[in-house]
């Protein structure tokens, strides 16, 4: 077994014969690797070889300067997990306990009064004295085990902010970082607004891992795509024998979560019954598991995330008043990426970049018409189709691109995106490629030409396409239909 290794900052020669043959008792595990009589060498000595000494036992005061509560507090500086074990005169006049108490408070792991001078053999209560060393090296190597456990967590997590950064330098995401930044750490329900494809997701990522809660687990739960008769289930869990076929527990999403994060994307769709369990688990932090009487506590943080506007929702009462105030202490709003344009080029450069990295594939480079073919576009996916929009682009067989292709592949990006009506196929024709706006009028006018032959008058039409009658003559108007 190697022996604990003591570093032992004494100035009078008599106590550090003292403390030599106390120590000595047990020479086959303990040893002093080194003595120094001022705190200067000592903090010298840890700083060449901080993994040198397992146990400082110093004497509270020393000449030199540097001594007592400040050297302590500095060693503990140089080296985090060292154990000091501090031997005082006897004739020191202090308050025992409270000074006791300081010197635990700065760091210090034990103290001793020194025994009386004339007791030559020891420093102190042999037993008591070696005891305390070996508990000094156990704790030195828990806090050493948790400070590397620590350290590998946190560059765990730098890898993973580093894949969730937020690209964009324009005001708008200058404000959203700053935002992050004010509310990560402070523990708060936080609600992101933003249409599909903004970063709601990534902006909860950023949250989470930039506060206290980032070792613990961030859980994703999507209310709009788990069956509305599993989600309680899926939330709260269940206990073996609850229901039949429940054959086990099972933990819900909010136990996983505990002393961690909970992001509730579309939290509009969440039924209205499991809304009010919702804002239980809000009001008291506690959840209750289907097929069992007591409620469990939780710890969570909730983000949660919408592309509906909420007030709305409460207004049409498929929300619940009373939640939407408690997940709306913080509103984060995203802007839509037509609305910072300035983020555009900066994005596709990054998704450019990145992809063609990681496929190994050229860097192809745009022309001019093709840059503000890019900015004049809508985005109406935003930063996921501008990144759908990158990845495609780098298979083109090309290496410049032009203002054509960026049209083509914008067509047919949204073609994929959304699933068009039969009845407009005929203008997904690659020979014959029109502007968006064109696209538009022309898509709209040949539906509401199609609604209005399938109906028995305009009020009709306009009922099934949902508008006002004047709006929809108008919209005839506009459209050269009547
Ligand atoms: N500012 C940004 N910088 C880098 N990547 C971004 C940015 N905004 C969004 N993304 C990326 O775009 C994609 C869509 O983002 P995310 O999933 O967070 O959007 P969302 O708002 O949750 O969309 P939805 O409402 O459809 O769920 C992700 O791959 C995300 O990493
Ligand atoms: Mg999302």
Known sequence: MEKI??????????????????VNLQSEQLEIAEIVSDGKSALELIEAEPNRFDVVIMDFQIAGGLMGEELISEIKKISPCMQIIVITKLTLNDNRFEFANRLLKIGAFWYCTKYPTHIMEYIYQPTDFLISIHNAYQKKMLE?????????MSSNIGII????????????????????????SRDVNVLIYGESGTGKELVAYNLHYNSPRKFENFVRINCGSIPHDLIESELFGYEKFAFTGANKDKKGLFEIADNGTVFLDEIADLPLNTQSKLLRVLQDGEIEKIGRSETIKVNVRVIAASNKNLEDEV???????DLYYRLNIIPI??????????????LL????????????????????EAVEEIMNYGW????RELKSFAQRILFIDSNTIGADVVRISLNNLHLSHKNEDAILDHLFD?????YLREFEKTARSKYIQFVRENSSSDKQAAEKLGIAQPNFSRLCKELNLK
């Open 5 to 22: 290794k003591i570093l032992l900052i004494e100035d009078e020669e008599f106590d550090v014969q003292r403390v030599l043959k106390t």
């Open 144 to 152: 050493l085990g948790k400070f590397e456990y620590d350290k590998k």
């Open 161 to 184: 902010m580093e894949s969730k950064k937020i690209i964009g330098s324009s005001e708008q995401i200058k404000l959203l970082n700053s935002m992050i930044m004010k509310y990560a």
């Open 315 to 321: 207004r049409a009462k498929r929300f619940r008043e």
């Open 333 to 346: 709003i995203i802007p839509p990426l037509r609305e910072r344009k300035d983020d555009i080029k900066e």
């Open 349 to 368: 450069n990054f998704f450019i970049l990145k992809y063609s990295d990681s496929l190994r594939l050229d860097k192809p480079i745009f022309s001019d």
């Open 380 to 383: 109406p996916g935003n930063v």
């Open 430 to 434: 690659v020979e014959k490629i029109l």
